[in-house]
């Protein structure tokens, strides 16, 4: 198949692929834990550069996701069994590497019954036991936005809960139609009610205009998000949706500068800004 409307990458968008030997300590490592990274399973383009630094975001809960979003390169097919053990491996990961903050996601699980959440609490309670001084951020699926599941998680008060809204409201029927948008606000609106700090992140170059992010970003405020990120939409592959605008580097500054004009506390933007990216510099 032959890719329709192929947009040439920008010279911005290209980076130096380097080897280190924290790369095959670090995959060695979670192989011996059975571990899994967003890292590693997203074909993130900062996974060197962060496993260089000897940091990794986690991702629990197995490989495979039970929803098919358009622009994720993470695996859609049956789901493994909830291995008992990763919460504390996870743990003794975060302690070997030495991190003085943890960021842990999970594919989407709409298979359990608690969609997840309890080994979201389990794997909090375990990175705090065998690490007290490591700050923890949880980046959660939007459990439907259940409250009941959502308390599971929240009154843990991890120190940063983290729920990307991925995309505008106009394209989630498009590129994440298993997703709600109202669902995704309601998550953020509750875990500020809940007293926590929060967090939300976006992809840019699916479609949107630039009015339509300033109003998102200004959403998110309204919600009670104190962090954003955003980031450029770079395709997994010919399978996946197709890049509509590569962004110049210059319009994610000026998001920066609306988004702090507006009240945001910080705001991570640039075209290779993942969610998790550099977590530990927005922690207060």
């Known amino acids: 198949m032959q890719e329709r409307n192929y947009i040439r990458k920008p010279d911005w968008l290209r980076i130096k692929v380097t080897g280190d030997k924290n790369n095959d300590e670090i995959e060695h490592m979670l192989k011996e834990l059975k571990l899994n990274t967003v890292c590693k399973e997203a074909n993130c383009p900062n996974k060197m550069e962060c496993y260089k630094s000897r940091t990794a975001t986690f991702m629990i809960l197995g490989e495979n996701c039970t929803r098919n979003c358009r622009y994720c390169n993470v695996t859609t097919k049956r789901p493994e069994e909830v291995d008992p053990h990763e919460p504390e491996n996870l743990a003794k990961a975060v302690k070997i590497l030495g991190l003085r903050h943890a960021v842990i996601t999970s594919v989407t699980r709409d298979d359990l019954a608690d969609e997840g959440a309890t ?20 980046l959660i699926p939007d459990m439907h936005a259940k409250k009941d599941l959502l308390d599971i998680v929240m009154d843990e008060k991890p120190d940063i809960l983290n729920h990307n809204i991925e995309t505008i409201e106009r394209l989630f029927p498009e590129v994440r139609k298993e997703g709600n948008f109202k669902e995704s606000i309601e998550v953020i609106k509750y875990a500020k009610e809940k007293g926590l700090k929060t967090k939300s992140g976006f992809m840019v170059g699916l479609g949107e205009t630039k009015e339509e992010v300033l109003d998102l970003i200004k959403e998110l405020y309204e919600a009670g998000c104190d962090y954003i990120t955003i980031g450029q939409y770079l395709r997994p592959s010919l399978k996946h949706y197709e890049v509509k605008r590569y962004v110049h580097p210059d319009e994610f500054f000026e998001y920066e500068d609306y988004a702090k004009s507006i009240g945001i506390k910080k705001i991570a933007a640039g075209p290779f800004v993942r969610s998790s990216y550099k977590a530990a510099d927005m922690v207060e």
């Open 119 to 138: 080994q979201f609490r389990d794997v909090i309670r375990w990175v705090r036991k065998l690490n007290p001084e490591t700050t923890v951020e949880v």
